[in-house]
């Protein structure tokens, strides 16, 4: 599983990773459909910055395409020039990784 799928990272490792592995792919977009990831992956659309009490359905959806992820890569996150222009951008990347951690369990 790779969250910040859609970011230069993700979109850049996602298809090594699919070459050889079920992957599915977490972010969170505003368009239609992800644009940078290859066929073949399963993708959920989700803001994980939210608290997790409020999206019981995502931890059920990735449960259903994910039920025991051999590993868990969290490349999402706000890039360092959005947490300069306005530090409360910090707390997306601290509760973002701290509902990862929570849903690893």
Excluded: C, W
């Excluded at 079920?22 to 505003?30: K, N």
């Excluded at 259903?64 to 306005?86: E, F, G, R």
């Amino acid at each position: 599983m790779v969250t910040g799928a859609e970011g230069f990272v993700g979109s850049n490792l996602v298809p090594k990773l699919v070459e050889e592995n079920d992957v599915t792919a977490l972010d969170y977009i505003i368009t239609s459909r992800p644009f940078n990831l290859p066929d073949g992956i399963h993708f959920v659309n989700a803001d994980l910055s939210r608290p997790l009490s409020a999206r019981d359905d995502l931890s059920e959806l990735i449960s259903m395409k994910v039920p025991d992820p051999d590993l868990i890569i969290h490349l999402a996150t706000i890039n360092q020039l959005a947490v300069d222009a306005d530090p409360s951008n910090l707390t997306i990347n601290t509760a973002s990784t701290l509902n990862v951690l929570k849903l690893a369990r």
